[in-house]
């Protein structure tokens, strides 16, 4: 007899599942989805409906003692050592006293983690669960951005599985800890043990409660828990190919009806694991999907999708055209012109490379000539224009300093003092002397 067919804990729709209940009309909340920025405070998650009839507000709640998250003990001090001095000395380094919020919004990711600790150690009510998980959510951050992932591991310990009855609300029974720290802290606690299959495991383990909210929410509500859902399955394939099972990622990814919203992501993870047809499917149904064209929105993502697919499969001039195309019609993406400067280096145009790069640096329209005495006075040039550095930018362009010149340290160190010169900006400001290879 054939095997009837089944659905996993990923899917969504369960034909086997009885209908929701229809629940009492209850007044519209702002549920979207949250954005990539990060946030002085989370957004709030969706609650599951109680199943106590009344007003669930009006019921005694038991208060909860956290305190055990509040211990000095478990919060590092991060050190400044591995700070290039052009940052340390520069005059946007912001006060002591600065606010967290400030902090977030100008990309000082490292002070603002160390904010978050002071905060938690040392103003917050043991029973005032919302501030504490929203202060350990900007602390787990800032360190994963700032490259202490090590410390957040070992911060992030303590909370231990969020599966206990203690994190969640005694009257309702709703989780009291936000969605989005709670994917953290998978990730974290998985890193910390040394098994990413713990992560897999904790991230199916969201995804039955993400399932469950979904199949009982509605309207805006159903769409968020959904957009979470497929958010997990993505974090599965992108962990089973950080584990190098590729079969696996592959298999994984078959198995999963890809939605809208992470079309993109897909095709990403296809790249990564190295099936160069899959992401083409994956383009053609973006490509698919109807989009406006609007120049001051940026390339469209199957546009961006085509090029990075003709890259992965090492035509790489065919590549640049396809970069240098984007670039001349969205000359001010950032993305798009990393992208072309990389492969600008694999087809052996190094100059081009390099001058393509220090045009992100110093916010310009044109990088120069790419030659060694064309960077003096590129800090002033580029004041008052929008400038990159995110760290694929300034570690690319350290590189090129190697390959193309015996100077290479100098440029190393006069490019850390360019960054540092520019203003501070909400992707993050100060760098680590990795990020310029010194």
Known sequence: MPRRQTRGPLDIDDPLADPPPTPPPSKSRNLAPPTPALQTQLPPSPRPRSPLSGDSASIHRPAKD????????????????????????????????????????????????????????????????????????????????????????????PLGDL????????????????????????????????????GIMGYYALAADARSEARRATGSERRVWRSRLADLGVRVGGALVEMHDLDGAARHLQSLDPHPAHQANFALLWLRIGDVPAAQACVAALEAT????????????????????????????????????????????????????????????????????????DGSGDGGDGSDDNDGGR???????????????????????????????????????????????????????????L
């Open 163 to 198: 599966s206990r009855s203690v994190y969640r609300d005694a009257v309702t029974h709703a989780h009291l800890v936000p969605w989005e720290l709670r994917v953290l802290v998978v990730r974290l606690q998985a890193l910390g043990l040394g098994d990413r299959r713990r």
């Open 290 to 361: 109807p989009a406006v064209s609007d120049p001051d929105a940026g390339p469209r993502t199957s546009d961006i999708l085509e090029a990075l697919v003709r890259t992965a499969d090492g035509n790489y001039t065919a590549a640049v055209n396809a970069w240098q195309r984007l670039h001349t019609t969205y000359p001010t993406d950032a993305m798009v012109a990393q992208n072309l400067a990389v492969c600008l280096l694999y087809t052996g145009q190094l100059p081009e490379a390099r001058a393509a790069l220090e045009s992100l640096i």
């Open 66 to 157: 956290f305190s055990f998250l509040l211990n000095p003990a478990t919060y590092h001090r991060l050190d400044t050592q591995h700070i290039p001095d052009a940052f340390l000395n520069s005059p946007h380094q912001p006060s002591p006293d600065t606010p967290l919020p400030d902090l977030i919004r100008h990309g000082h990711f490292r002070l603002a983690a160390a904010t978050a600790a002071r905060e938690l150690t040392t103003s917050t009510a043991p029973q005032d669960h919302a501030a504490i998980f929203s202060l350990l959510y900007v602390r787990l951050a800032c360190l994963v951005l700032t490259s202490h992932e090590a410390l957040a591991t070992i911060e992030a310990k």
């Open 379 to 437: 800090a002033a040039a580029g004041a008052g224009r929008h400038a990159h550095a995110f760290h694929a930018l300034t570690f690319n362009l350290s590189t090129l300093y190697e390959l193309c010149s015996e100077r290479a340290r100098e440029h190393k160190v006069r490019l850390a003092e360019r960054v540092a010169a520019t203003a501070p900006r909400p992707e993050g400001w100060e760098r680590g002397t990795a990020e310029f290879k």
